[in-house]
């Protein structure tokens, strides 16, 4: 059974730090990108980063490059969120997705929500003082 379970998430000051954690179980991630997402009230849901398992390939969303940074510990099977300089805009509920490459393990990794397979809870991240 897939499962995608995301924690770390609360409540922090602008310009303060948090690390998301994305812990999977039932597939093999080096066959699966994975995407950290991100929904406000009223807003749409938006791709934040991804990472391509196999070969580390990521990409970020241009307001976050710089801040966020994404990364993958196998032998965890778990993908991390780190953020930093947090801005009151980046207050909204975080979910970690997976979408299946099939044989295209080295494929670039994409922020369109609807490329994604198996999706977790969520995780709130607060942005204020």
């Known amino acids: 059974q897939v499962q995608l379970v995301e924690s770390g998430g609360g409540l922090v000051q602008p310009g303060g730090s948090l690390n998301l954690s994305c812990e999977t179980s039932?597939?093999?991630?080096?066959?699966?990108?994975i995407g950290w997402f991100r929904q406000a009230p009223g807003k749409e849901r938006e791709g934040v980063s991804c990472?391509?398992?196999?070969?580390?390939?990521?990409v970020y969303k241009n307001s976050v490059r710089g801040r966020f940074t994404i990364s993958r510990d196998h032998a965890k099977d778990t993908v991390y969120l780190q953020m930093s300089s947090l801005q009151p805009g980046d207050t909204a509920f975080y979910y970690c997705?997976?979408?299946?490459?099939?044989?295209?393990?080295?494929?670039?990794?994409?922020?369109?929500?609807?490329?994604?397979?198996?999706w977790g809870q969520g995780t709130q991240v607060t942005v204020s003082s």
């Open positions: 997705a997976a979408e299946s490459l099939g044989l295209q393990i080295f494929r670039q990794c994409v922020l369109d929500p609807n490329e994604y397979d198996y």
């Open positions: 039932g597939f093999n991630m080096d066959y699966y990108a």
């Open positions: 990472i391509t398992s196999a070969d580390g390939n990521t």
